[in-house]
């Protein structure tokens, strides 16, 4: 079963840092965009990042913009979300989800991604981050 692992989650006070790691258990992140979402208690799943299949294309929500970096390291098939001055409204689960189709900007010819979590077709398990002092 295609499936993604989450880790690096945890408990940091407001204003810590965290790295989430993104890695697939039975295929290779080479050829597909990849999304972190997350989900508070009571809230709907929300994009957080994406990074197009060749690094080329990130997005970002407008809530963890210079504060969260995603990359990605072919090489070792992992997918990393940053985290930065981290606070308390960015407590929740955190998923990562692999999307198998390839989207083009047809005028810029680059590959890209996607924020829609309807649009991924696998997800992890999720790994629980908690800001709090």
């Known amino acids: 079963q295609l499936q993604l692992v989450e880790s690096g989650g945890g408990l940091v006070q407001p204003g810590g840092s965290l790295r989430l790691s993104c890695a697939p258990s039975?295929?290779?992140?080479?050829?597909?965009?990849i999304g972190w979402f997350r989900q508070a208690p009571g809230k709907e799943r929300e994009g957080v990042s994406c990074?197009?299949?060749?690094?080329?294309?990130?997005t970002y929500a407008d809530s963890v913009k210079g504060r969260f970096t995603i990359s990605r390291d072919n090489a070792k098939n992992t997918v990393y979300l940053q985290m930065n001055s981290l606070k308390p409204e960015d407590t929740a689960v955190y998923y990562c989800?692999?999307?198998?189709?390839?989207?083009?900007?047809?005028?810029?010819?680059?590959?890209?991604?996607?924020?829609?979590?309807?649009?991924?077709?696998?997800w992890g398990q999720g790994t629980q981050v908690t800001v709090s002092s």
């Open positions: 990074i197009s299949s060749d690094s080329g294309s990130t």
């Open positions: 039975a295929f290779t992140l080479d050829y597909y965009a």
């Open positions: 989800a692999a999307d198998f189709l390839f989207r083009l900007n047809v005028d810029t010819v680059q590959a890209l991604c996607v924020m829609d979590p309807y649009e991924y077709d696998y």
